[in-house]
């Protein structure tokens, strides 16, 4: 059984900072893209930021150049570095791991989520 786990979400003042990190245990095999999506109340669940098995980033344009994704294929662990955040980006944060086995047969996980709140 795999697990997602996500951590240091919270509260923070605009223009401030916050890390998530997110670990995965359990058989862990054929990890590919792994990312964070956030989703905001009323809203639909987005990808926020995603990083490829050959460390390709690609970001939402309302996060480019303040996020930065990052992974650790040895560790199985993804993080994001939170910059310059703003009230928009309040949301609950989850991690997205994308794996495929070598007959083809893909899926993911996904974390818990973490709530990130950001105060004007």
């Known amino acids: 059984q795999v697990q997602l786990v996500e951590s240091g979400g919270g509260l923070v003042q605009a223009g401030g900072s916050l890390r998530l990190s997110c670990a995965a245990s359990?058989?862990?095999?054929?990890?590919?893209?792994v990312g964070w999506y956030r989703q905001a109340p009323g809203k639909q669940r987005e990808l926020v930021a995603i990083?490829?098995?050959?460390?390709?980033?690609n970001y939402a344009d309302s996060v480019k150049g303040r996020f930065t994704i990052s992974r650790d294929n040895t560790k199985n662990t993804v993080d994001l570095q939170m910059n310059s955040l703003k009230p928009e980006d309040t949301a609950v944060y989850y991690c997205?791991?994308?794996?495929?086995?070598?007959?083809?047969?893909?899926?993911?996980?996904w974390g818990q989520g973490t709530q990130v709140t950001v105060s004007s």
């Open positions: 359990g058989s862990i095999f054929g990890i590919r893209d």
């Open positions: 997205n791991m994308n794996w495929m086995t070598a007959r083809g047969l893909m899926g993911a996980y």
């Open positions: 990083i490829s098995s050959g460390e390709i980033t």
